[in-house]
């Protein structure tokens, strides 16, 4: 396939999965703050980090509060990573690849940007944001089913996954980091109903708290991080991204099992291989911060190898290149 | 139904009996009633929103892309009638083409003097950089989009001959489609020919005239990009003929071969279906600041190592001062009467007729020879004596550049109106662009795009100026 509509449809999937996220973010969020003082605004701010874009949010409106953070989150045009910015986008990489997507996906993925587009022009998703939040997950996933059930599972659609699962494998990453940040000074006190009620919500912001329960039963530190950073099963666990992004780019080159052809194979195939044998004590020891931000250079390798062995247009100098923001 | 035609109606006698062909569909219609059809308008306008059927207007502020405007009134064309219409058609674009041959090559028409040399020298759309060229099997316009429109007459002229890049035929498609899936009651027991053939018939017309030592073609389409106002069909027929969508910056030449970048690495392309102007097609040989074209491009085609279609230089046939040419054309080539009726056209590089369009300007339309896209044209009718005056100088100082023609009251068909009151049918001014393949052999898509003048009154048909369009149906019995 020609090399700028894979990188267009690897970008309209990343788009996609990170708007979904950040309206995982505000939904969990939104909930924690029900019931608790109204004022404390402390609660909004660690969404402002999760997404990385703490510098542009204090530049554009100060100090986190609610309808602010709300506002720049899921409509801010100038946040490159608000809920419009990236359903934007994404259509706009779907449209300059229209012909080599599905018609039903280009239709999810249109109906979907004027979803929230239209919310954008109310109120109502600011008031309540659950319901948008809900629309904006469903939309995500439809189109995700959509991706499955009509596109020839060839190289488009690896593209595709790889995008999607970049991303998510990213964002699963910051939202344990930036809440275990702030859980570990009260990690002495687990099972304090505050306390729990944060955990819960952790595992709530990637949909996991019924399937951790199956797995792990009761909630502990140690077994929350393991089962979202080395989980084998759970979709949204970073172990299982990392090995659907390996089986990808295999698919693609054709290479055998254990060996490689190119920079992304080699690079997704050690982090995989890394992640394959690692236990969760492993990554106690060497600190939980410490490992999150050494995943998420190596994650940002695979991406920069992506492009360098796939996108790239060789003969040409460097083109407009699309972001990746990263604090 | 109440409905009051003005002029010659599509669908009805001026007595205000339906014609035979409508019969049936209006039938059914009556048993649906107008206001059902106000709400199925309103569903097919969400459906085109929800699907991005659009189209993008230059220097529009509020988001470049606007929804295709839609009609579900269909225009309906008698069997007998389009069969005329299609033997003309065919006797046209396949007289064209020997007209552009020849007039690149041996130039016998020039010798005859049946077209004046001077003709040619002065028209910017010719491109001497392909004398002596000829590419497969002599076809230069494998698509072209001839537009139709009725008088008051009732006879149906040819207005324009585009053989450049027309666009419309994926929006032929959509209406149906969207047709289908809103109002398909309307469907039952009425036989329409299908136009869902289109896209097998292009991909065979491109691959069918492919470079002839090449085996198994490859083909795609060359698109300027996103901000294109046809950027929606570009995708369209990509998807629709399953060849990819390529921009200038996808293809590159190498020892004069075209090739696409691909993360395999580079592939060889045939067949280019370009929706690019000749002007930028390659910054080496036409003009040089194009960044939507590949350089090197001209130079793998006169190698006969790639087919560009349309061939560059084809514009020389749809000059408009060539277009009151073309019923000799037709003589000249086939030793047939032309089928189709031209509009009579006074060229104003000859004196005399020069005088007569000058002393009539408030009766006449003005329009310049190279224009497409209804771009620089002055109704007379309609124009102030300022811009009639301003006209008549642009003529005196640049003669060739311009035709007049009378003006030409066109047809309409029951178009629905569903502002605040409550919905009706009135009758709007639509035209007809048929399209037509022609590589090995000619293929006539059954009907075509008829675009209508949403505004009361008006005759401006174009998208970017209020217009329209409605499913196009050609009875097959």
């Known amino acids: 396939m020609l090399s700028r509509v894979a990188d267009s449809i690897y970008w309209m999937s990343r788009y996609i999965e990170r708007a979904e996220n950040v309206a995982r973010f505000i939904d969990v969020n939104h909930n924690l703050t029900l019931g608790e003082d109204d004022d404390n605004g402390q609660q909004w701010a660690p969404l402002v980090y999760i997404t990385g874009d703490q510098g542009l949010f ?14 720049f989150l899921a409509f801010e045009p100038r946040n490159p990573n608000s809920i419009l910015s990236c359903i934007t986008a ?15 996906m280009w239709e999810r993925i ?47 659609w690896h593209f595709s996954r790889i995008g999607r699962l970049l991303e998510r494998a990213d964002k699963t990453s910051r939202i344990v980091d930036v809440q275990y940040y702030h ?33 792990h039963g009761r909630i502990t530190p140690d077994s929350v991080a393991d089962f979202l950073i080395l989980g084998r099963d759970f979709p949204r666990a970073m172990r299982f991204c990392v090995m659907r ?29 890394d992640m394959d044998y690692t236990a969760i004590s492993d990554v106690i020891r060497e600190g939980l911060h410490e490992y999150i931000d050494r995943f998420q250079a190596q994650l940002n390798d695979v991406g920069e190898a992506l492009h360098a062995d796939f996108f790239t247009l060789t003969s040409e100098p460097e083109t407009q290149r699309q972001t990746q923001p990263q604090s | 139904m109440h409905y009051q035609p003005t002029g010659y109606d599509e669908s009805f006698e001026s007595t205000g009996e339906p014609r035979p062909a409508c019969r049936e569909f209006l039938r059914r219609l009556d048993a649906v009633g107008v206001s059902e059809l106000g709400r199925r308008q309103k569903e097919a306008e969400l459906q085109l929103r929800n699907s991005g059927i659009t189209f993008n207007v230059y220097g529009h502020q509020a988001g470049v892309e606007k929804v295709w405007p839609f009609d579900l009134m269909p225009r309906v064309i008698d069997r007998e009638e389009w069969s005329q219409i299609d033997a003309g058609l065919r006797q046209r674009v396949t007289a064209l083409n020997l007209f552009i041959d020849d007039v690149y090559n041996d130039r016998r028409i020039i010798a005859d003097g049946v077209v004046p040399e001077s003709l040619l020298q002065s028209s910017t759309t010719y491109r001497p950089e392909l004398r002596g060229f000829s590419p497969t099997h002599k076809a230069w316009c494998h698509i072209s989009g001839v537009d139709l429109v009725r008088n008051r007459d009732g006879r149906v002229y040819v207005l324009e001959d585009n053989l450049r890049c027309p666009s419309g035929v994926s929006y032929v498609l959509e209406n149906r489609e969207m047709m289908k899936r809103t109002f398909s009651q309307v469907f039952h027991g009425v036989s329409i020919a299908s136009v869902d053939e289109y896209p097998e018939q292009l991909l065979e017309t491109l691959l069918s005239c492919a470079p002839p030592a090449v085996r198994d073609p490859l083909a795609v ?44 690495g580079l592939r060889r392309v045939d067949v280019i ?20 074209g590949v350089r090197g491009l001209m130079r793998a085609y006169r190698a006969g190592n790639v087919t560009l279609a349309n061939a560059p230089g084809t514009g020389v046939a749809d000059d408009k001062a060539v277009y009151a040419y073309v019923p000799e054309i037709i003589r000249y080539y086939l030793g047939e009467d ?64 311009y035709i007049a023609q009378p003006m030409l009251e066109l047809s309409t068909v029951p178009t629905l109106v569903d502002d605040d009151e409550p919905p009706r049918l009135e009758p709007r001014h639509v035209d007809l662009r048929p399209f037509v393949l022609a590589g090995q052999d000619v293929y006539v898509m059954p009907g075509g795009l008829t675009r209508v003048a949403l505004v009361e009154g008006s005759m401006v048909v174009n998208s970017s100026q209020g217009g329209g369009s409605k499913d196009t149906w050609v009875m097959r019995a």
Not at chain 1, 110 to 127: E, H, I, P, Q
């Open chain 1, 58 to 71: 204090k530049e554009l409106f100060g100090t986190p509060k609610r309808d602010a953070v709300l506002r």
């Open chain 1, 183 to 215: 859980l570990l000074p009260t990690a002495a006190d687990v099972g304090s109903p505050v306390d729990l009620v944060r955990w819960n919500a952790l595992l709530k912001s990637t949909s996991a708290l019924a399937m951790y329960r199956k797995t």
């Open chain 1, 110 to 156: 249109n109906r979907f940007y004027w979803m929230v587009r239209d919310a954008s022009s109310g109120d109502a998703a600011l008031a309540e944001p659950n319901g948008f939040c809900d629309q904006v997950k469903l939309a995500s996933h439809a189109l995700v089913g959509h991706t499955y059930t009509t596109m020839s599972h060839g190289e488009a």
């Open chain 1, 90 to 104: 994404a259509r706009e990489n779907a449209r300059s690849v229209r012909e080599s997507i599905t018609a039903p």
């Open chain 2, 273 to 292: 279906y370009r929706r690019i102007d000749d002007d930028f097609l390659d910054p080496e040989v036409f003009r040089e600041d194009s960044t939507l």
């Open chain 2, 338 to 401: 032309a089928i189709l009726h031209n509009v009579p056209t006074y060229l104003c590089d000859d004196p005399k007729q020069r005088e007569h369009v000058l002393a009539n300007l408030h009766d006449l339309v003005v329009k310049p020879t190279n224009e497409s896209g209804g771009y620089g044209i002055m109704l007379g009718p309609h124009a102030t004596p300022e811009e009639r005056a301003a006209c008549g100088d642009r003529i005196r100082s640049d003669p060739r550049n």
């Open chain 2, 221 to 264: 389409v060359l698109t300027p990009g996103v901000y294109n106002s046809a950027y929606f069909e570009h995708t369209f027929l990509a998807q629709q003929m399953g060849v990819e969508l390529v921009q200038g910056c996808d293809l590159v030449v190498i020892d004069d071969v075209v090739h696409m970048r691909t993360t395999q």
């Open chain 1, 245 to 273: 992004v390996q089986e990808s780019v295999s698919e693609i080159t054709g290479s055998r099992p254990g060996t490689f052809t190119c920079r992304t194979e080699q690079l997704a195939g050690r982090l995989r291989s």
